[in-house]
């Protein structure tokens, strides 16, 4: 049986009616259409959320530059030379004067270094910089169930400030400090670190995809779990280190996360039954309103340790993550720029434009006196040796005299372990150090962490076990109405 459609019936042809027994076959007049025109093609309906979020990302540059400004005039520290030392994450850059050549690590830079607030770094800090990954606002994403949210504008800054955090320590374990490769290289080396760039920068997709495993999808939903925050609240330090731990509990790989909110690393936890990789993330509250100065040399001697993967903090009701300092202010990664969700691609055919968003060659800079109190401190220990270098640093800071927030204990914690293993889609890929193994006999030998017994430090903050309820949290909460001020 041939089907002819209408649309291939003429004007006014007639349709058949079927024929019944004893009757003659009828025919009925079809309705006239109206003629058939040539087609025109539709016009490209110009999609208005991304040209509504361009317009808030612009506002959002401008409003950062002009309170940044007038907050450096009132201080007097617009006109100020810049310091001549620069740290990002324990890698220290000498700038040197601003009028001549920079020595930078030793070498000479092909540029000099501005005066001016808004000078430019050299082209190795710049290098060095664009090298974090940079996890920011996405929309037009599928909808975060049971939710209608397509976009965290507005309320997951701090989950990008974590997720910010937890990939810096990622490149670390499986790139090492000093890394580089051609993104269009053919040569083997070119390829593996392309791959295991692309499997790092999967995991924070924003979907409920396999690879996915640190999507916004997946820590908004356990926040409700385990958190009792609705998908679209704002989340807190204390929460979104509590939710990384979860959400890594449900993978088996090398690299371990183990929080604390009381300030104290518990080692044989860590170590126990052997030595993993680690990421130690201490959450914390320095402060009531603004962070406490006792605090501030501490803040910048964390981040000059080989073992920093930054902080994750920001200014009040404004989450950002912090990677160096240069003098008193802070240099970081904003993550309140929303930007359409990177789609998933079959056999990881990216190209290097498909991921540039993930990526910021421009640092920004943050007094220390405009900090937020509540933070997460980021430090990640690849090998034993490692884990043992980081308390001797800390405990010689403490020995001359400097208040830290975190101290280390040899015994295990008394709650059960929080060292639990971070995902990752991809177990063939070996990571960058070596791994090191240990047993309780290793740890009786390190020397005993000054104050470890008396807690954090005098941190102004207690563990109250599951995190719910944290004063920080609960400060840092936000109603829809407040967020008018965060663009």
């Given amino acids: ?61 401008w409003y950062v530059l002009a309170s940044d ?8 520290r617009l006109l100020q030379q810049p310091a001549h030392d620069l740290w990002l994450l324990g890698r220290y850059y000498e700038l040197g004067d601003a009028t001549g050549e920079q020595a930078i690590q030793g070498q000479q830079a092909q540029q000099p270094l501005g005066s001016s607030w808004v000078s430019g770094y050299p082209p190795a800090v710049l290098k060095d910089f664009s090298r974090l990954i940079w996890c920011t606002y996405r929309s037009q994403y599928p909808p975060i169930a049971p939710s209608a949210f397509t976009t965290d504008s507005g309320w997951g800054c701090m ?25 269009n290289g053919t040569a083997e080396r070119d390829v593996r670190r392309r791959q295991q760039y692309i499997d790092i920068v999967k995991q924070f997709f924003d979907d409920y995809s396999s690879s996915s495993l640190f999507s916004i999808h997946r820590m908004a939903s356990f926040g409700k779990q385990f958190e009792g925050k609705d998908i679209g609240q704002w989340f807190g330090p204390y929460g979104t280190a509590a939710i990384i731990r979860e959400l890594a509990q449900r993978s088996d790989h090398d690299l371990s996360i183990y929080t604390t909110t009381d300030g104290v690393v518990y080692l044989a936890d860590i170590c126990e039954p052997e030595f993993k990789p680690t990421l130690i993330l201490v959450a914390t509250m320095l402060g009531i309103d603004r962070v406490n100065p006792v605090y501030y040399p501490f803040i ?41 969700a990177v789609l998933q691609k079959q056999n990881d055919t990216y190209e290097q434009a498909d991921l540039a968003t993930y990526s910021c060659s421009t640092p920004r800079r943050l007094a220390l006196s405009r900090l937020d109190p509540c933070m997460v401190f980021g430090y990640y220990c690849g090998t034993l040796e490692a884990l043992i270098d980081l308390r001797s640093r800390i405990d010689l800071l403490a020995d001359d005299g ?34 090191g193994t240990s047993s309780t006999g290793l740890l009786v030998k390190l020397p005993p962490s000054p104050g470890s017994s008396s807690g954090s ?31």
């Avoid at 993967?309 to 950002?320: C, D, M, N, T, Y």
Wanted: include cysteine; aromatic fraction near 6%; glycine fraction near 8%.
């Fill in 1 to 61: 049986m041939t089907i002819i459609g209408d649309d291939l019936l003429d004007e006014g042809a007639s349709v058949p009616r079927p024929k019944q027994e004893g009757s003659e076959e009828e025919e009925v007049p079809r309705v006239s259409a109206q003629p058939r025109e040539e087609s025109e093609p539709a016009e490209a309906t110009p999609d208005l959320s991304n040209l509504t979020f361009q317009v808030v990302n612009t506002l959002r540059e």
């Fill in 69 to 76: 400004s007038i907050a450096n005039l009132l201080e007097g």
């Fill in 159 to 183: 989950l990008r400030a974590g997720q910010t955090l937890l990939a810096q320590a990622m490149q670390l374990h499986y790139f090492g400090r000093d890394w580089d490769f051609d993104w």
């Fill in 300 to 340: 910048q001697a964390s981040l000059t340790l080989p073992q920093s993967a930054g902080i994750a903090g920001g200014r009040p009701s404004s989450a950002l993550y912090f990677a160096g300092f240069q003098g008193d202010e802070l240099l970081y990664l904003d993550p309140h720029y929303t930007r359409p």
């Fill in 402 to 435: 400097m208040t830290t927030i975190m101290s280390f204990d040899n015994g295990n914690s008394p709650e059960a372990s929080k060292a639990v293993p971070v995902s990752h889609d991809s177990s063939s890929h070996s990571q960058n150090t070596d791994q």
């Fill in 457 to 487: 430090n005098g941190v102004i903050v207690e563990d109250d076990g599951d995190n719910n309820g944290s004063e920080c949290d609960a400060a840092e909460s936000h109603s829809e109405d407040e967020w008018v001020t965060d663009i």
